[in-house]
């Protein structure tokens, strides 16, 4: 089982690997066995300190797939990738079926966008030694979007993630990372305040994991479809980054990493 490395002073990077035809941005690209291989192997060239791996897409207005597809998709590249990484994989999935027989295929941790409300994904954690990525979204991906409404929306995020990591350690799971779930049943607005009040959940404790890559509140703010909001996605990234976060979660490993050497670098240079 291999482990997140943690560096004082350094952002990680963890790259997105989206084995499905229907992801928001890179939907189809690399659902096949072999295409998504070879992307992994290209990840971790880039840079990518660990790979995060899924095979049900999150988008909003996604409806769910079946235990047999999800298997079907993300099984096969973690079989034919073992003792081809040096770092950590994650596997992005709220099934506990799918999560045990991917850590056995050789994945390291279980990223759960539902924040392992299922005492079965729990258990599922604590039972094969696997880290835990817990998120926090409001509703579910088919609806998310509709009418999210908080009242304070950080410390709503920060008390759910504070239970359910303090549930999670109570099951006996060890290694656990934080995710504020931005663009998951979450405004403009949210997602804002969320990045700019990052360290109230880095507060906790716990690394924090955070996805912006290509998002549409980026888009909202910049303009651009998902494959033009690059520059906003590094954006976003120093930002979070600057924030608390320990690790960002993109699609463009080369030029994201490139970005948080530098704005490491800066932060480094200003204690």
Known sequence: M???QFSPGRTLVCGVLNVT????????KWDSTEAAVAQALELQEQ???????????????????SLEDEKSRVLPVLEALAGRLHVPVSVDTCKPELAVLAIAAGADIINDIT???????????????????IMHMQGEPRSMQAAPYYMDVVAEVKAFLAGRAAELERAGVKDILLDPGIGFGKTLEHNLALIARLGEIRA????????VSRKKF?????????EERLAGTIAACVAGAANGADIIRVHDVLECRRAMLVADAVRAAAK
């Open 204 to 211: 906790l404790g716990y690394p924090v994991f955070l996805g």
């Open 21 to 28: 035809p229907d992801s928001f941005s890179d939907g189809g």
């Open 2 to 4: 291999k482990k997140i």
């Open 47 to 65: 840079g990518a300190d660990m790979i995060d791996i899924g095979g049900e897409s999150s988008r909003p207005g996604s409806e769910p797939v």
């Open 218 to 226: 980026i888009g909202a703010l910049a303009g651009g479809g998902p």
């Open 115 to 133: 924040g392992f409300r299922d005492p079965a994904m729990a258990a599922a954690a604590a039972a094969t030694g696997a880290g835990a990525i």
